[in-house]
Structure formats: structure tokens, C-alpha cells
């Protein structure tokens, strides 16, 4: 059914865009975008060359002349964008020195589709496209002239992505080391095998702070077995320690595996799992308030002062509503763990935000469907979908002091305790 649904969403689709394109409208709407499209992008890439050749104007041969210069073009080539394909000349520069070759930040060599497409086609297939509907649906976002993604182009894209992806979860961890990780489950509204309903996903900063994907497995919905085989698929990677602080919801079976492999491994609760938990056992009149009295919890300055928000909302609604309270107290201790961390990071290891911004398009906490997919495509997508979102994830605030938490120093409110 949703397979049939998809396609009647995209010839729906592809007869507005005819009716428009008779009406005149649509053909000359997107000419525009396109040619705006390749302007703007001939412009940078005319001033990036130029920036190069000026900054390296000062390097001359021994007859006086300059060593760097520009050099025509090279070949056109077509560029698959949101707007259409666009045709590119790219200015080409010649160092006559041989020491060094230019090489373009903004269309590197070889690129034949924006990032921004690598994304889309992961996304629609999560959603339940077909790969025999792509091209359809394709066309309708990108327009009929977008070349090389035909049905058999896409299914050679996810035997190589998925070839990347078996080459990933079997590298090697060895000496890797990691502070924090966050930790979530996730499901789809694809085909999965009947005992493997969602995704497992474990992110992780490293020593300098910066982000990276460590794990996407596929596991029976969020037990604490499918957990401890992720940790096993790890060790058997290399991997030697846990971190300092797992990140995650409190349904997850994770807690039960973490407890007994890694004990030493602090726990923090996510507070935007946690809030919406609560304000779903609330009736929306009272969601307002109730709200901003969480969020005086988890931004509050010190614990102490967490604490006496926490205080005032059992006291607000604890005789009125039982089960948001309970929710609220079920956690206490693992809400307030990050007190107990460096102050820089609070932002960071408060939610399991790494994980919800990489999927907030495509996370679908509902009951499992039979759709489009199977097993291991939907993996490599997943894994593709958030190494696409990893280039643009952010360094820890404070890193530096990843050191003294790695070390095991004592923070108290934020703030490192100082030896006397």
C-alpha cells in the first residue's frame, strides 16, 4: 500500500508540473532558477581562481614572468542540482612550476551531483520509494533533463554505497578513544527482517571534540541484547575502552547493556526525550507552563538551583497529575549528570541532539509497515545519510578540557575543582 501511495503522490506530482508547463509557467520559472543557478556558480568559481592567482602573483620564473596562470577551461561538464542539471566550464590554471596543481573547494574534481542529491536519495528511499520509482520521482524534484539517475544508475549507486558501507563497519578502532557517546534507536517505515525492527545508532566525540558515526546496526527494537551485540560487533573492531558519558532516552535497553559491560560510564538522560515525555502526560493547557518550568531545570546555572525548579514542578502538578511526575522522577539522578561535566559541554551532552537534527526528516517513531526496502539497503542508507550530515557537524565547545574529563577530574556545577 504505502508503495502504491508514493507513486500516486509523485504522478500527481508530474500532472501539476504538465498543466503548468502547457500554462507556460513552469518551463520559464525553472530556466530562470537554472541560469541564476550557473551564474552564480561561474561567478565564485571565476573569483576563487582569481584569489588563487593573485595570492601567488609574487612567484615568477627567471625570464620575470608568473609561474601561475590562467589557462582556459576545462571541458564542460553537467552538474546534477536541485535546480536541474546545470553545464559548467570551470576555469582551469596552469603552474608552470609543476610543484602544485589548483584544486577547487567549491566543485571539486570529478563531481557530478551536488552533495545535496547523495542526501535526497537516502531520504526518499526512507520514506519508501521504490528504486524502480526513483527516476519518477527524480524528475518530478529535479525536472525531466537531470542526467544519470536512472533506475539501473541508482541501483550502481547502492551496490557501492553499499560495498562502503560493509568496508566501514568492519574497519579497524584500535587506540580510539572516546568521551562521549549518544545513543538512539531508530525506526523506519521500511521492510525489515521480522526480528530486526530498528536501527541502532552510537555517536561519539572524540579526544580533540570532534563527532563521528561509530556504529549503525540494525537490532530486535531496543533490547539490551541487540545492544550487547553492538558492543561486541565494537570489541571486535578494536575498540578497548567505553566513554566517560552515554547520552540517550530512557527507554532504551542500551542502559541494561551499558550497566553491565562499561559500570564506570556516567549516564544523562536526554531532556528532549524527557520533556516531551512529560508534556505528552499533560493536558495541552497546562503544556505552556509546564514546559518553561523544565526548561528552568536543565538551564539553570548550578544543580542546586535544577534541583529547586525541580522541587516546584512535583509541587505544581504532583497532586493533579501523577504520571507526568512520575515520568519526571523515574530519571532523577541520570537528568542531572551533566552538572558533573565541563560547563562548555553542557549544550552538547544535555540531548541527544547529534542523532535528532541528523534524522529530524526522516525519523519515524511509529509501528513498523511493510514497504519499500530490505534489510541492508536500508542500513547503507541510514549510513550513508548520516555521513552526509557528519561533514557538517560542529567541535565540542571547550575542547580542551576533554583532557581533564578523560583524566577523571572532579567538576563540580560546571566548573573544574581546582587541587589544593
Not at 95 to 101: E, L, V
Not at 255 to 266: D, G, I, N
Request: charged share 25%; net charge positive; aromatic share 8%.
Amino acid at each position: 500500500m504505502q508503495r502504491k501511495d508514493c507513486s500516486k503522490t509523485v504522478v500527481g506530482q508530474q500532472e501539476e508540473k504538465s498543466v503548468l508547463s502547457q500554462l507556460g509557467f513552469n518551463g520559464a520559472l525553472e530556466d530562470v532558477c537554472r541560469r541564476g543557478a550557473q551564474q552564480m556558480l561561474a561567478h565564485a568559481m571565476e573569483n576563487e581562481v582569481s584569489e588563487y592567482i593573485r595570492q601567488r602573483a609574487h612567484e615568477r620564473d627567471e625570464n620575470g614572468r608568473q609561474v601561475v596562470v590562467r589557462n582556459g577551461y576545462h571541458r564542460q561538464r553537467a552538474l546534477t542540482t536541485g535546480v536541474g542539471s546545470l553545464a559548467i566550464e570551470q576555469p582551469r590554471v596552469h603552474d608552470k612550476s609543476g610543484r602544485q596543481k589548483f584544486t577547487s573547494s567549491i566543485l571539486p574534481k570529478y563531481m557530478r551531483r551536488v552533495p545535496s542529491i547523495d542526501v535526497l536519495i537516502p531520504v526518499l528511499y526512507l520514506k519508501g520509494i521504490s528504486t524502480g520509482d526513483f527516476t519518477t520521482a527524480l524528475e518530478a524534484i529535479l525536472g525531466p533533463a537531470a542526467p544519470g539517475l536512472s533506475a539501473a544508475n541508482i541501483t550502481r549507486l547502492k551496490q557501492v554505497w553499499e560495498t562502503e558501507y560493509h568496508e566501514w563497519r568492519t574497519r579497524s578502532l584500535k587506540g580510539k578513544r572516546y568521551v562521549y557517546w549518544w545513543v538512539d534507536g531508530i525506526y523506519f517505515n521500511v521492510r525489515l527482517d521480522d526480528e530486526r525492527q530498528c536501527m541502532l545508532v552510537i555517536i561519539g566525540a572524540t579526544e580533540n571534540g570532534t563527532k563521528e558515526l561509530i556504529a549503525v546496526c540494525d537490532g530486535f527494537r531496543e533490547s539490551k541484547q541487540s545492544w550487547l551485540d553492538v558492543f561486541t560487533l565494537l570489541k571486535n573492531q578494536g575498540l578497548e575502552g567505553y566513554p566517560a558519558l552515554a547520552i540517550g532516552d530512557g527507554g532504551l535497553g542500551f542502559w541494561a547493556a551499558l550497566s553491565e559491560k562499561a559500570p564506570r560510564t556516567r549516564q544523562q538522560r536526554c531532556w528532549v526525550h524527557k520533556t516531551a515525555n512529560i508534556l505528552d502526560k499533560l493536558p495541552e493547557s497546562e503544556q505552556g507552563k509546564a514546559k518553561t518550568m523544565i526548561h528552568d531545570m536543565y538551564l539553570s546555572s548550578t544543580k542546586a538551583d535544577a534541583l529547586k525548579a525541580y522541587d516546584a514542578f512535583l509541587t505544581m502538578y504532583g497532586k493533579k497529575h501523577e504520571r507526568a511526575c512520575e515520568c519526571l522522577t523515574n530519571d532523577k539522578d541520570e537528568l542531572f549528570t551533566f552538572y558533573d561535566f565541563p560547563a562548555e559541554h553542557w549544550p552538547h551532552i544535555r540531548t541527544t541532539n547529534p542523532i535528532e537534527s541528523t534524522f529530524a526528516t526522516v525519523r519515524l517513531r511509529t509501528k513498523r509497515t511493510k514497504g519499500c526496502g530490505s534489510r541492508i539497503a536500508t542500513l547503507t542508507m541510514v549510513y550513508k545519510l548520516v555521513g552526509e550530515a557528519e561533514k557538517r557537524w560542529n567541535r565540542l565547545h571547550g575542547h580542551k578540557l576533554i583532557e581533564y574529563v578523560m583524566l577523571g577530574e572532579r567538576f563540580i556545577d560546571g566548573i573544574r575543582e581546582q587541587a589544593a
